[in-house]
T-cell receptor
Framework: NAGVTQTPKFQVLKTGQSMTLQCAQD?????MSWYRQDPGMGLRLIHY???????DQGEVPNGYNVSRSTTEDFPLRLLSAAPSQTSVYFC???????????FGPGTRLTVL | TQLLEQSPQFLSIQEGENLTVYCNSS?????LQWYRQEPGEGPVLLVT?????EVKKLKRLTFQFGDARKDSSLHITAAQPGDTGLYLC?????????FGTGTSLTVIP
């Protein structure tokens, strides 16, 4: 059981480049979320999904797209990276009706 | 605007001391969670409280949910260097969880 996995672990982008952060879980959790963590801000919710084919916006969705074609995968896309998107990104999953979220190890993204 | 405010933001104490971390909001939450995060890793859940006034104990850690379900506290007795980390509270009215600003705790041997 790998839990929640994220790739890559580190990434450096130039302003305007696009990329996809990968997230996968093998616990058959219906709920998955993407957060970003900035110093002094805690974690802020970007997008979340309550099941395959269903996504919704969180607190800070601008500049990010998501899709959920399978239960296991929930990729986060940056269409045109900006320096303000420099952050650590965490993916999490949980079962509906359960409070425990399981987090991945994070992706540290720097946009120059 | 941060929905959940934590205090203090930073805390540095000597091994063996006691400490309390606070998590406050103007909103009511159906549940409130406490996480601990180590550098370079994702947060790990410590406890979930769901009933106003609820108190839960996890070894030397005591968690309390306010009667009005708007605030919570984490008390650590006889802190140890292994308690060092970032402590985060999170509240969820439904499908979304809002995280607090975090308290960075350093316990000096």
């Amino acid at each position: 059981n790998a839990g929640v996995t994220q790739t890559p672990k580190f990434q450096v982008l130039k302003t305007g480049q696009s990329m996809t952060l990968q997230c996968a879980q093998d616990m058959n959790h219906e709920y998955m979320s993407w957060y970003r963590q900035d110093p002094g801000m805690g974690l802020r919710l970007i997008h979340y999904s309550v099941g395959a084919g269903i996504t919704d916006q969180g607190e800070v969705p601008n500049g990010y797209n998501v899709s959920r074609s399978t239960t296991e995968d929930f990729p986060l896309r940056l269409l045109s990276a900006a320096p303000s998107q420099t952050s650590v990104y965490f993916c999490a999953s949980r079962s509906p009706g359960r409070y425990t979220q399981y987090f991945g190890p994070g992706t540290r993204l720097t946009v120059l | 605007t941060q929905l959940l405010e934590q205090s203090p933001q930073f805390l540095s104490i000597q091994e063996g001391e006691n400490l309390t971390v606070y998590c406050n909001s103007s909103s009511v939450f159906s549940s409130l969670q406490w996480y601990r995060q180590e550098p370079g890793e994702g947060p790990v859940l410590l406890v979930t409280v769901v009933t106003g006034g609820e108190v839960k104990k996890l070894k030397r850690l005591t968690f309390q949910f306010g009667d009005a379900r708007k605030d919570s506290s984490l008390h650590i007795t006889a802190a140890q260097p292994g308690d060092t980390g970032l402590y985060l509270c999170a509240g969820g009215p439904g499908n979304q969880f809002y995280f607090g600003t975090g308290t960075s705790l350093t316990v000096i041997p």
